[in-house]
Structures are given as structure tokens and as C-alpha cells.
């Protein structure tokens, strides 16, 4: 599945399919590269006013 994902918190950590910023503000950005192009895409926004978003692949939470 095409994925396109913003996440964003006001004071805290932001994680991303392995890709982190923390602090003050964090916030990013993701596009898997064939989501221009997919037939079907899902599009994610999360935000945190205080806290953690944290978006990772179902095998991935099965390893932690």
C-alpha cells in the first residue's frame, strides 16, 4: 500500500518508519515512492499536542 505521512507534535518525539525528530516542535514527513502513481494510497496525518506519534510496520511492532 502507497503511504504518504505527516506527523507532527507541539513538545515531544515524532518517529517515522525508523525516521525520528524530538524536542520542541518535531515534525515529519514521509512519501513511499510509488504514491504519486498507486491505484491505492493511504494518506496519515497525526499530530500530539504533548507526547509521542509514532507510525511503524505491522512486522516491525512483531520484533520489538
Known sequence: L??????SA???EV????Q???GLAPQLDF???DYATASRALALAA????????IIQ????MNQ
Not at 15 to 18: E, I, K, M, P, Q
Not at 58 to 61: P, Q
Request: charged share 40%; aromatic share 0%; proline share 0%.
Open 2 to 7: 502507497a503511504l504518504r505521512v505527516t506527523a
Open 10 to 12: 507541539g513538545l515531544g
Open 15 to 18: 518517529r517515522v518508519l525508523g
Open 20 to 22: 525520528e525528530d524530538e
Open 31 to 33: 512519501q513511499s515512492d
Open 47 to 54: 499530530r500530539v499536542a504533548l507526547g509521542e506519534v509514532k
Open 58 to 61: 505491522r512486522d516491525e511492532e
